[in-house]
């Protein structure tokens, strides 16, 4: 084996690597080492938190649509934590489902009541006025 002069450290630096190996360098040998990969599924869960997705459409239909809608996502991923074990997200989103449901729920009875209100008022001032 041939031995290479030392290089000399400039500013405590030790110089960098040549880009190069020298003549006559043995290439360490590599080893391949299988790769597995493994998938653990965790079961569905057994008892399940209610996912309200029927209630999620109903008020998404009959209410206010733009939370339903929130509601509904909400209660699909409930579902699918529930279908993939996974406990804390269906709890989480369960809970967040239901939060949505009853929001859209008072705000559409909010704006039925403020219809017929506001119905009342007109009809006060038509049969006033007329």
């Given at each position: 084996?041939?031995?290479?002069?030392?290089?000399?450290?400039?500013?405590?630096?030790?110089?960098?690597?040549?880009?190069?190996?020298?003549?006559?360098?043995?290439?360490?040998?590599?080893?391949?080492?299988?790769?597995?990969n493994v998938i653990v599924r965790q079961p569905p869960l057994t008892d399940p938190p209610k996912d309200y997705l029927v209630e999620a459409i109903l008020v998404t239909?009959?209410?206010?649509?733009?939370?339903?809608?929130?509601?509904?996502?909400?209660?699909?991923?409930?579902?699918?934590?529930?279908?993939?074990?996974?406990?804390?997200?269906?709890?989480?989103?369960?809970?967040?489902?239901?939060?949505?449901?009853?929001?859209?729920?008072?705000?559409?009875?909010?704006?039925?009541?403020?219809?017929?209100?506001?119905?009342?008022?007109?009809?006060?001032?038509?049969?006033?006025?007329?």
């Amino acid at each position: 084996m041939q031995n290479y002069p030392a290089y000399e450290e400039k500013n405590g630096v030790p110089p960098t690597a040549p880009l190069n190996p020298p003549p006559g360098y043995q290439y360490s040998q590599q080893v391949n080492v299988p790769v597995h990969n493994v998938i653990v599924r965790q079961p569905p869960l057994t008892d399940p938190p209610k996912d309200y997705l029927v209630e999620a459409i109903l008020v998404t239909v009959c209410c206010f649509w733009p939370t339903g809608i929130v509601a509904i996502i909400k209660a699909l991923d409930a579902q699918r934590g529930a279908n993939t074990g996974d406990r804390q997200l269906a709890e989480l989103s369960s809970r967040d489902a239901r939060k949505f449901v009853c929001i859209s729920l008072w705000l559409g009875v909010a704006a039925v009541v403020l219809t017929f209100l506001l119905l009342a008022v007109y009809v006060v001032l038509l049969v006033t006025y007329v």
